[in-house]
C-alpha cells in the first residue's frame, strides 16, 4: 500500500500579493490531507474522496484536451504526462483528511500536491525531481492549466513545508526560522468566495500598476516603499486607489516581517501587530473580511491574542491568532463565544531531515 500524507498551509503575511510577482511568507500546520492506495487490476484510478462523499473513476490515459474546468486530478496527469511520466498500473484510492473544505486553509491544493506525490511515486522510470518541482508542477495543474487568477504560494508552501519567505516573482524559497509563539485557528463556518474576490483585487491592483508603469516604465512593484503610495496617487483612478494602498502597505509589512522572523526569537508583540496591520489593510481596502469575522478576531484579541488575521483570499472561511500560552484558552474562548464554528490550537510542521 502506498501512504501519502500532506499538510495544511497558512499565509501570515502577503495575502494577495502573490499573483502580482510580490513575495509572502507562509507555513504548513499540522492538518494534513492524507492518501492510501492499492494496486487493482483495472487500467483506472479509482478515487474515493471520503470527505466529499465522492467516488471517481479516471482512465490512466487520460486527454488533456478532454479536462473540464477545476478537475486538478485529471489536470495534474496532463502536466505530468508532458513532463514524461507514465502511468500503467491502476490503483484503488482513498483520501480523507482533517482540514476543513473552502475555508482557507487550502484543502484543495494539498488535495493536489498528495496526488502529485502519489503518482510521481508510482513511476518505474527514475524520474528526479524535488519538492520544488512538485509544487511547481501543482501550481500549473491548478492555476495555469485553467488561467485562473491565483498565485503560487499554496503549493509551493504545502510541497515544501515549513515556515517560507517565498520570492512568488522567481519561485525561490527562503526558510525562517523564527517563532510564531502559539497558534489559534478558528472556522468561522462562512463559506469563501475564492475566485470573486481574487479576480477583482487582482485585477485593480493590476489596474492601478498599469497606470503606473505608463507614466515611469521603470517602476517596479518589487522594489516600491510606502513612500510611493502618496507618489503615484495622483496617477491612479479613484476606484482603484484603495487597491494601490493594499499593494504597497502589505509589501511593506511583508519586508518588516520577514526581518523579525530571520531571528529565532522574534519579538512576538512586535510581530503581532504586523499582522493586524495586515488585516486592517485585507479588511479596509481589499474588502475580505466580512463583518462577523472582524467581529470575532477584536474578540480575540481583547482575549489576549498578538495578533489576528483572516486565512486565504478571504470572503469567509478561517482565521489565525498568534497567541502567547497563558492566552490560548481565553482566545479560544472569544472565538467561539463570538460566533466561530470551531477553534483549536495548530503547530507549524516542517520537512524530514
Known amino acids: 500500500m502506498i501512504k501519502i500524507r500532506v499538510p495544511a498551509r497558512i499565509c501570515f503575511f502577503g495575502d ?3 499573483y502580482l510577482g510580490l513575495p509572502v511568507i507562509a507555513g504548513t500546520i499540522d492538518r494534513y490531507m492524507e492518501l492510501r492506495a492499492k494496486p487493482i487490476r483495472s487500467h483506472e484510478f479509482q ?9 471517481r473513476a479516471v482512465p490512466l490515459d487520460t486527454n488533456a484536451e478532454k479536462v473540464a474546468p477545476g478537475d486538478y486530478i485529471r489536470s495534474a496527469m496532463a502536466i505530468l504526462l508532458e ?12 483520501i480523507s483528511g482533517n482540514i476543513p473544505i473552502n475555508a482557507g486553509l487550502s484543502s484543495s491544493s494539498a488535495l493536489t ?6 503518482l510521481v511515486a508510482i513511476q518505474e522510470g527514475g524520474i528526479r525531481f524535488t519538492d520544488s518541482d512538485i509544487g511547481r508542477w501543482a501550481y500549473e495543474a491548478e492555476v495555469r492549466f485553467f488561467d485562473q487568477p491565483g498565485g503560487l504560494m499554496d503549493q509551493y508552501t504545502i510541497a515544501q513545508q515549513g515556515l517560507l519567505f517565498i520570492d512568488t516573482q522567481h519561485g525561490k524559497t527562503e526558510r525562517l526560522k523564527g517563532r510564531l509563539g502559539n497558534l489559534v485557528i478558528a472556522e468561522s463556518g462562512m463559506a469563501k468566495s475564492t475566485l470573486d474576490v481574487l479576480q ?3 485585477s485593480h491592483q493590476q489596474s492601478a500598476l498599469y497606470r503606473i508603469k505608463a507614466q515611469n516604465p521603470e517602476f517596479r512593484i518589487q522594489d516600491a516603499t510606502v513612500m510611493d ?7 491612479i483612478p479613484e476606484k482603484y486607489i484603495r487597491y494601490w494602498y493594499a499593494t504597497i502597505h502589505n509589501h511593506d509589512v511583508t519586508q518588516k516581517a520577514k526581518r523579525l522572523l530571520k531571528n529565532e526569537n522574534p519579538d512576538l508583540k512586535e510581530l503581532g501587530e504586523l499582522m493586524n496591520r495586515h488585516q486592517r489593510v485585507l479588511e479596509d481596502h481589499i474588502g475580505n473580511t466580512p463583518r462577523e469575522m472582524a467581529t470575532m478576531m477584536d474578540a480575540a484579541r481583547k482575549a489576549g491574542a498578538n495578533g489576528a488575521k483572516i ?3 478571504g470572503g469567509g472561511g478561517c482565521m489565525v491568532a498568534m497567541v502567547e500560552d497563558s492566552h490560548k484558552h481565553a482566545v479560544i474562548t472569544a472565538f467561539l463565544d463570538n460566533g466561530a464554528k470551531a477553534a483549536y490550537e495548530v503547530k507549524l510542521t516542517y520537512p524530514k531531515v
Request: hydrophobic share 35%; no cysteine; charged share 35%.
Open 16 to 18: 494577495h500579493q502573490d
Open 47 to 55: 478515487l474515493e474522496l471520503k470527505d466529499m462523499n465522492s467516488f
Open 83 to 94: 513532463k514524461g511520466f507514465r502511468f500503467r498500473q491502476g490503483y484503488k484510492i482513498e
Open 113 to 118: 500536491v498528495a496526488w502529485i506525490r502519489f
Open 200 to 202: 477583482n483585487a487582482k
Open 229 to 235: 503610495y502618496e507618489k503615484y496617487k495622483a496617477v
Open 311 to 313: 486565512i486565504g483570499s
